[in-house]
């Protein structure tokens, strides 16, 4: 018998179907009066309830009615920095009294005062202020995210972000992923060394990898923070390490970084405004995908919006994530993302939520086992009170989610 069985479902399964399918698969992969077994962690069946092999009662140990809620896929946050210390709502003011982001950046406020207040925290107290902000993630339905280091920017701090991003991950029902974001900033004691910074990350990489607190390696290539020849000494010690990359790419000017995060076979490329045609098709040829971060594009008041268009004719998987974070963007709500990214960038509810479900997986290189409702993966997903899976982009500020589901297990609601 299955463990557990769901009866009275929709499915909206966030299956992809495959080119000779496309033109008729149904919108969300969607499936009306469904059902969904779970067995050992795993999902057993995600199909038709008439298909079931016999009556409801006699296949599983436990059989849930779900009178006629929408199921999805766990929620995916494949991009947060949710550990760090203190806020930046100071920072937040002076923008809007005229400041720009780099102005901020190179007065010595932004990334820096994060550092400044990440390194005087211990990682109880770092802990402590994550966990609220992981707790509203949870509670929209997210069962794996991504976290990363950056505001440590030395290796004793690094770890210590790693630590607490791990410890998260024990401690609640959700799958934490974690990146080594050493090149995000020059820390003080580094000011106007640039080179010599980038030799201490690359010096910090083999701990890094052996102490296996990371499952990634990520780069802020840009004008602010490291130009691609810098980016490129760090991932070619990453892989002689034996980690993926992924890349903070292009988001206020064209450095080539989309190009930059291809050219090492990136899991991701994420933020993405000013892109340009040729790191398109070098993302499309590398199966890298495109993380888009509205949350940021919104607090920041930029006006360059990502090459949408030009991913979905180049086939490029896209994602969303909430890139929570207490500068550019302080959002710990993915369903708002959902919104902000068909609104600001024009994606239809469809790809948003295949943003937070499939290709978030895929940004995460767990796509063979998450982010679908397909027999043999992972039995997370959401059970939502909604009439349609458009409902979780349109509406603003509402929750809907009725129940989680995370490895088979029930986590909330009843």
Known sequence: MWDDLWTGANLATMAAAGAENAASAPPYGAIAEAALAVDG???????????????????????HEAGGAWITPGLVDCHTHLVYGGDRAREFELRLNG????????????IRYTVE?????????????????LNDLLAEGVTTLEIKSGYGLSLEHELKMLRVARRLGESAPVTVKTTFLGAHAL???????????????IAMLPEIAGSGLADAVDGFCERIAFYPEQIARVFSAAEAAGLPVKLHADQLSDLKGAALAARFNALSADHLEYTGEDGVRAMALMGTVAVLLPGAFYVLHETKMPPVEAFRRAGVPIALATDSNPGSSPVTSLLLILNMGCTLFRLTPEEALAGVTRNGARALGMQETHGTLEAGKAADFVLWDISHPAELAYRIGHNPCRQVVKDGMIVRGG
């Open 117 to 133: 207040q990440t390194r005087a925290a211990s990682e109880d107290e770092l802990y402590a202020q994550a966990l609220p902000r």
């Open 41 to 63: 962690g795993r999902i057993a069946f995600a199909g038709p309830a008439a298909d079931l092999p016999g009556a409801p009662a006699s296949l599983a140990r436990r059989v």
């Open 187 to 201: 820390p003080p004691e580094f000011d106007r060394r640039p080179e010599d910074y980038v030799d201490a990350v």
């Open 99 to 110: 400041a720009s982001y780099e102005e901020v950046a190179k007065a010595g406020g932004g």
